[in-house]
């Protein structure tokens, strides 16, 4: 997974993630555009659109209302057509409810104030109202339109991370997601989704079709009593499995890279390989914790190493693909051992 919001890559750059992730023997990219610090994926719909663009001499566009750059369609769609060829599916992110800012900060453009103010939750200013039909019609219009640019994958998340809910209005949640899952379906796309809003007194009415992204049981608060309260609620990974759902491994302790400009990354990235080849195996999702590790794996449908860009500063684009490699190798092996061995 490559965090395309929060750290910009041009199609030339991306294209050689892809010969990487072949090397290694990887199935998909994920890639995550859509964030509060930008949506970085032209867009009629937005109102970000290469006619109203900044371009530079090395061809990357600029949105000369917020400054951020974005690929383009055609571009994007040279990049798929590129990871088809090495048999790489490309899957596109548009996180919903949260990490909506990105989105908002165009449509504000676009429409002003008031017509955000009326798509917004009005629990939380940056979230969307999912409960609200204008708002759940508008993100499945932002759908339609992405959709239609990754016309070669069969996958399409739709986030679902790091929202506000409570056992009471989860179910809200659920219908959300189950109305996405069956827009999707229509359009022959599968729909994966973080695992963050899947509480067990709900998670059943869920769509068993949805495949889940899991990066973390309790989101990794610093406030403890906020971890036990949703290592409570929420649904394990192993409670998801043997309710029927088919699951990927996105442990947020051993597979996600954070890459840091004021670190030496590669340092960072050596331990991280070390780390994966030494403890990590494909039944390891909560985190560092080893105890709870499933045995069975055969839903597991699996892995993926998660690139983050809010930390990365004046890193060079080149060095954190070059150490990033490492990691992803061992990953890959790692995976690809346990899914040999699973009858």
């Known amino acids: 997974m490559l965090d395309t919001a929060r750290r910009f890559y041009s199609e030339r750059e991306i294209k050689k993630f892809i010969d990487m992730l072949a090397a290694s023997g990887g199935q998909f990219l994920h890639l995550h555009f859509s964030d ?30 917020t400054g951020k750059p974005f690929l383009s369609r055609r571009q994007m769609r040279t990049i798929i057509r590129y990871a088809a060829a090495k048999n790489i599916e490309i899957v596109p992110e548009v ?19 008031d017509y955000v103010r009326a798509l917004k939750s009005k629990m939380a200013d940056d979230e969307i109202d ?25 996958h399409f998340h739709i986030g679902g991370d790091e929202f506000g809910y409570s056992a009471e209005s989860n179910h809200e949640f659920i219908d959300y997601a189950n109305t996405l899952a069956a827009h999707l379906a229509a359009k022959g796309l599968k729909t994966r989704m973080w695992n963050d809003g899947l509480i067990n007194s709900t998670v059943g009415k869920l769509n068993r079709d949805i ?18 309260t ?9 409670e998801l499995t043997a309710k029927g759902f088919s699951v990927l491994n996105y442990n947020s302790y051993y597979l996600y890279l954070v890459p840091n400009g004021k670190r030496d990354f590669a340092h960072d990235a050596g331990f991280s390989a070390q780390d ?17 590790a499933t045995a069975d794996t ?12 809010e930390n990365t500063g004046k890193m060079k684009n080149e060095t954190i693909r070059r150490n990033t490699a490492a990691p992803l190798k061992a990953m890959m092996r790692k995976a690809n051992a346990a899914s040999a061995a699973t009858p």
Not at 212 to 218: K, L, V
Request: aromatic share 8%.
């Open 130 to 154: 999912i409960t609200r039909p204008e708002s759940v019609a508008f993100v499945k219009a932002l759908i339609d339109e992405t959709a239609e640019t990754f016309n070669r994958s069969k």
């Open 298 to 309: 055969g839903r597991i449908i699996g892995a993926a190493l998660a690139v983050w860009g």
């Open 230 to 238: 949703r290592r409570a609620m929420r649904a394990s990974l192993p």
């Open 276 to 292: 994966i080849e030494k403890r990590w195996h494909l039944g390891v999702w909560d985190g560092e914790n080893r105890s709870n």
């Open 36 to 65: 509060h610090e930008n949506y970085a994926l032209e867009s009629a719909l937005l109102g970000q659109t290469v006619e109203t663009a900044k371009r530079s001499r090395s061809g990357v566009y600029t949105n000369p209302k």
């Open 95 to 113: 996180g919903s409810p949260n990490h909506m800012n990105g989105i908002f900060t165009l449509l504000t453009h676009k429409h002003g104030k």
């Open 211 to 228: 495949e889940i992204t899991y990066w973390s049981y309790d989101g990794n608060p610093a406030d403890k009593q906020a971890a036990q």
